[in-house]
């Protein structure tokens, strides 16, 4: 795909051809036909990164191509949700003739909302001063009656705020209302709408089931906090202090009471189910523990991790890295088996996929 660009005339075959590689690598273990969640094929990314380009008067956005390096202008992102795309010449000519916002802008970043909210990050390489923050306000209240804009001022170790530097994201799912805390700078969904598609495909194998739920690498609760109301109590699990922060707060968003989030890595959470029953003071003996969640890095499931939620009797795997998923399934596979299999395209126009699987524990003989 040309920087920037997308072509919706080759989205369905590009997809065939991302869902039959994922059916190939995973046709060892007896998966059914997977269930494919689109994307949309243009505007549907709800995170983007520029480069500000300067030249005389001229201030444009900018990437770089991976393959040559070479800088792009970027004047139309159709990449972009309709937020951050119609948002951004307006960014452009707001700051144009503003030295304070514009002197030694080098980078923008923008995080937006499927409801409609957007965080606009400014990154420079100068000090930032008082000036610069009344004019950031001056700014958005300008644009207030037309946007739903924060603005977040960077440089070398310093960080100023108009507001604040988080979003919240707020979206229907199965007749209920669930809100998030987005935080500037830690990991969110790019795609929401494929974001929506996977709660709901959980949620409808959590719906399913029973007991208590375990989740790993839970980030800011994203599938915990739509998944509790399938279970008796939510334990979930995450390494990111600030990710943990905006979990607990998500829980609270929600009015959720049976989910407590644990600051723990896999392997932390593997190594102490191994040596008792308690997971920093959380007593897990009265606990029916039936049912794990993992969506692991590309990396996917170490061996420690693999031994661990193979004792459970259902497993729901997201995995963005199809390589490594099947790497994992060669072992969960020896106790497990294959119930459901979704395609999710989170990344239009490119080889990463996400995908998600139901595993199933085999009663033994």
Same mark, same amino acid.
């Given at each position: ?10 989205y ?16 060892d273990?007896?998966?059914? &036909?997977?269930?494919?969640?689109c ?7 709800l995170?983007?990164?520029f ?6 008067n ?14 792009v ?12 795309a ?6 452009l000519k707001?700051?144009?003739?503003n ?7 080098y ?9 409609? *909210?957007?965080?606009?990050s400014?990154?420079?390489k100068?000090?930032? %001063? ?11 209240d !300008? ?20 507001s %604040?530097?988080?979003v919240?994201?707020?979206? *229907? ?8 805390q ?5 990991? %969110? ?5 494929? !974001? ?14 029973s ?8 980030g !800011?609760?994203?599938f ?13 699990? *995450? ?10 707060? !998500?829980?609270a ?13 896999? *392997? ?8 008792g029953?308690t ?5 897990l ?35 963005? =890295?199809?390589?490594?998923l099947?790497? =994992? ?18 990344f &239009? ?11 199933r524990?085999r009663?033994? &003989?």
């Amino acid at each position: 795909m040309s920087v920037g660009q997308v072509f919706p005339e080759q989205y369905s075959q590009q997809l065939e051809a991302k869902v039959a590689t994922v059916q190939q690598q995973l046709s060892d273990f007896n998966a059914p &036909p997977a269930e494919v969640f689109c994307s949309e094929p243009a505007h549907y990314r709800l995170r983007a990164e520029f480069r500000i380009w300067h030249d005389g008067n001229d201030i444009y956005h900018a990437m770089f191509d991976p393959q040559t390096r070479d800088k792009v202008r970027i004047d139309h992102f159709p990449v972009a949700c309709r937020t951050i795309a119609d948002f951004m010449p307006v960014l452009l000519k707001q700051i144009q003739f503003n030295h304070e916002l514009r002197y030694k802008l080098y980078q923008v970043d923008y995080l937006a909302t499927l409801s409609g *909210e957007l965080l606009v990050s400014l990154i420079y390489k100068r000090p930032l %001063t008082n000036s610069w923050l009344e004019q950031a306000k001056q700014l958005t209240d !300008n644009l207030a009656g037309h946007y739903k804009v924060k603005l977040i001022g960077r440089s070398r170790k310093q960080k100023l705020m108009v507001s %604040t530097d988080y979003v919240t994201e707020q979206f *229907e799912l199965d007749g209920s209302t669930l809100q998030y805390q987005q935080i500037e700078g830690s990991f %969110t969904q790019p795609n929401g709408e494929v !974001n929506r598609h996977m709660l709901g495909w959980a949620k409808q194998i959590a719906q399913q089931l029973s007991g208590d739920l375990l989740e790993l690498y839970c980030g !800011n609760g994203n599938f915990s906090v739509a998944l509790s109301p399938c279970f008796n109590k939510v334990v979930a699990t *995450e390494i990111s202090r600030t990710s943990i922060k905006s979990a607990q707060y !998500n829980i609270a968003l929600n009015k959720v009471d049976n989910l407590q989030v644990l600051q723990m890595s896999a *392997e932390d959470v593997t190594a102490a189910l191994q040596q008792g029953s308690t997971l920093k003071q959380l007593d897990l003996a009265g606990m029916q523990l039936n049912t794990v969640l993992v969506d692991p890095p590309r990396a996917g499931l170490d061996s420690g991790t693999e031994q661990l939620v193979s004792r459970f009797n259902d497993i729901i795997y997201i995995s963005c =890295n199809p390589e490594t998923l099947a790497e =994992n399934l060669k072992v969960l596979s020896k106790t497990h088996d294959v119930l459901q299999l979704a395609v999710f395209d989170q990344f &239009p126009y490119t080889h990463h996929i996400e995908s998600g699987v139901w595993l199933r524990k085999r009663a033994t &003989p």
